[in-house]
């Protein structure tokens, strides 16, 4: 059955998805949107709430971000925030926990002491709590088995009073609902409809072909996780990309272990993020340890299939190869896989996590726990094969003809409102829309923040030793990939053929 025509179509009802069909409903002057989703509800994958571990990730206690992606990510998350505030979700879907990065020993309490001043003139609320402190605060990081006070030195640098959390999947319900408030926009939501193919139409736009039915857009936006580039392959774009997808899985205890979020310090060689203890706003608060990193042969986490679509979004050669043995070849990259992949091993995987987990609570039983069956997504993770090697960033493939695939690892959630601003300004230059920019400046944004241009000149060698490491493994490894990028003249007049 043909369908009718939108201005513009948003494969995938996801947080990103959504996002931007809410910042298109509210501050451009596009008439009509279509929403496709394959299953049959909003958000149903990686951003549902026990996919992820809901954090707005801000970059405050993440000790993984640099000083200047810190400054950027706090942009995007106060815009989730401020959101929020605005429709007054606060306890509905934007919570405030205590937080902390949690220093266990000498090096990293050493580390963490100097992070902090470096990075207080952009989070002027953070604070530093000694081991008396925590005892108020967060005692099980403090006492061990036997009650006594565990002998590592530790420092926790974190903060009351922030929002914290977020359940992403009511946020990306909330910006539909709110995007179909909008009186003069028509916002339609398909759900259980999979985009099979996108074809560029004979006439203008595009032609999107589910089982049933056909639709037509003049701009595409596919946000669509680790199938946006399936779907972008299919079309011929992206194809020096490939998809490595990294499962994470978690652990839940059987009470409300941690009174806030718990981060440690990342070990400055690998990219993947460190284990956290989280108050899991689903779980009536208990603590949430996590997320593990699985490499999976599939697309979608608890969903069956997409095995196949793993082999065609990996798209194997030589340079994929050569990739992946990069990877492999570095001694703590290799033990690190390896060791998450013997946390999905039934009886190994609780005795093994056990020991990284009592890091944060010394005293963690392992009757304490249990694997959280059902909990966990898949961070849809780029293999550039021109550069042969792993990209942790996020990719855009922008094909410069009113069709965007964007694929959003974490924090993609956090960075929902702030990415679609960043499709948003393209498809109304590309369009001849408008966009009310004054309006979305009020409403989602506290302007830009400004970070130190140099880290603080630190006397203590093995800080700057740290820091020297954490700055190389993400000019390795945060690469985001921004294929087809428009040039500057892209901005002077709109572009569609129309
Ligand atoms: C373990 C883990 C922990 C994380 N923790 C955090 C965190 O604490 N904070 C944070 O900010 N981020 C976190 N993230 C990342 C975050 O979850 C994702 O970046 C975010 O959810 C991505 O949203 P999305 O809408 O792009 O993708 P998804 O939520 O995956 O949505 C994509 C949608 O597209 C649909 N779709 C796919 N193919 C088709 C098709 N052919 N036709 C129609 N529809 C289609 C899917 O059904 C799905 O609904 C975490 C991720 C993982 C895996």
């Not at 902090?116 to 952009?122: A, C, D, G, N, P």
């Amino acid at each position: 059955m043909a369908l009718k025509n939108f201005e513009v179509i948003i494969v995938g009802a996801g947080v990103t998805g959504t996002a931007l069909a809410y910042e298109l409903a509210r501050y451009t002057d596009i008439s009509s949107i279509g929403i496709i989703e394959k299953y049959e509800g909003i958000a149903t994958l990686n951003s549902c709430g026990t996919s992820n571990s809901q954090t707005i990730h801000v970059g405050d206690i993440e000790t993984n971000y640099t000083l200047e992606k810190a400054s950027i990510t706090k942009r995007t998350a106060k815009m989730v925030e401020k959101y929020c505030l605005q429709h007054h979700y606060q306890n509905d879907i934007i919570f405030s926990h205590q937080k902390m990065a949690l220093g266990v020993g000498k090096k990293e309490v050493e580390f963490l002491l100097h992070r902090y001043e470096e990075f207080s003139e952009l989070f002027p609320y953070l604070e530093v709590w000694d081991k008396e402190r925590l005892k108020e605060l967060e005692p099980r990081v403090v006492f061990d088995e036997n009650g006594d006070e565990r002998r590592d030195e530790i420092v926790g640098i974190g903060t009351n009073g922030q929002w914290t959390t977020v359940d992403y999947q009511k946020l990306a319900k909330s910006f539909v609902e709110n995007a179909k408030k909008e009186s003069d926009t028509e916002i339609e939501l398909f759900l259980n409809t999979q985009v099979l193919t996108i074809e560029k139409s004979k006439k203008r736009g595009y032609v999107v072909k589910t089982k049933d039915d056909t639709f037509y857009a003049d701009f595409v936006v596919v946000d669509a996780g680790a199938h946006s580039l399936l779907l972008a392959h299919q079309m011929g774009f992206g194809l020096n990309l490939g998809c490595l997808p990294v499962a994470g899985s978690f652990y839940m205890t059987n009470e409300k272990m941690l009174n806030g979020k718990v981060y440690m310090v990342q070990n400055p060689k690998l990219p993947f993020a460190a284990l956290h203890g989280d108050p899991d706003i689903l779980a009536d608060g208990n603590t949430r340890f996590g997320p593990t990193a699985l490499l999976l042969p599939k697309l979608e986490r608890y969903k069956s299939g997409t095995y196949l679509d793993f082999i065609k979004t990996l798209r194997f050669d030589k340079n994929i190869a050569i990739a992946l043995w990069k990877l492999f070849k570095e001694s703590d990259i290799r033990s690190y896989i390896f060791r998450n992949f013997l946390f999905e091993v039934p009886i190994l995987n609780k005795y093994l996590f056990l020991k990284d987990a009592r890091k944060i609570v010394p005293s963690l039983k392992s009757n304490e726990f249990k694997y959280a069956k059902g909990f966990g997504g898949v961070r849809p993770q780029v293999l550039n094969k021109d550069q042969q090697k792993l990209l942790l960033g996020e990719a855009s493939i922008y094909t410069g003809e009113g069709l965007i695939f964007n694929m959003t690892p974490s924090p993609g959630a956090t960075s929902c409102l702030g990415n679609a601003e960043r499709d948003l300004r393209y498809i109304v230059k590309y369009l001849g829309k408008n966009f009310d920019e004054e309006k979305f400046k009020d409403e989602l944004t506290e302007g830009e923040y400004c970070a130190l241009p140099e880290p603080i000149a630190s006397q203590k060698a093995m800080v700057n030793l740290i820091r020297a490491e954490i700055q190389r493994t993400e000019e390795k490894y945060f690469k985001s990939v921004h294929e087809g990028k428009p040039e500057s003249h892209f901005w002077d007049k709109p572009h569609s053929k129309i």
